[in-house]
């Protein structure tokens, strides 16, 4: 088992920039993939990007490549998501989510998941 708990987000304005932490604790000595998730309201959860466990690989939704990157310290065990050039439309509950072995893009595919954090564009 896994344990993912987000943090970080918060209200910021269009343009600016925002990093979601994810701690991970458990059996964080087992090789996880981890992946961010966003869902707005009335929307399906979407997936953002991924990390793999030793961050050899990443992989990115077209929708936010260029602007969000996503990191990790398994020393740590922290995951993180850099947002940048936010618009009003990233406004969502953002996810961390793991699976063992390597990444993929289905929600349905991930074990694990935090209890989310909210961000907010607005002016």
């Known amino acids: 088992q896994v344990q993912l708990a987000e943090s970080g987000g918060g209200l910021v304005q269009p343009g600016g920039s925002l990093r979601l932490s994810c701690a991970a604790s458990?059996?964080?000595?087992?090789?996880?993939?981890v992946a961010w998730f966003r869902q707005a309201p009335e929307r399906e959860r979407e997936f953002l990007g991924a990390?793999?466990?030793?961050?050899?690989?990443?992989d990115y939704a077209d929708s936010v490549k260029g602007r969000f990157f996503v990191s990790r310290d398994n020393d740590k065990s922290m995951i993180y998501l850099q947002m940048n050039d936010l618009e009003p439309e990233d406004t969502a509950v953002y996810y961390c989510?793991?699976?063992?072995?390597?990444?993929?893009?289905?929600?349905?595919?991930?074990?694990?998941w935090g209890q989310g954090t909210q961000v907010t564009v607005s002016s």
């Open positions: 989510a793991a699976r063992n072995g390597w990444f993929a893009r289905a929600p349905a595919d991930y074990h694990y």
């Open positions: 458990g059996r964080t000595s087992i090789g996880y993939a």
């Open positions: 990390i793999s466990h030793g961050a050899s690989a990443r």
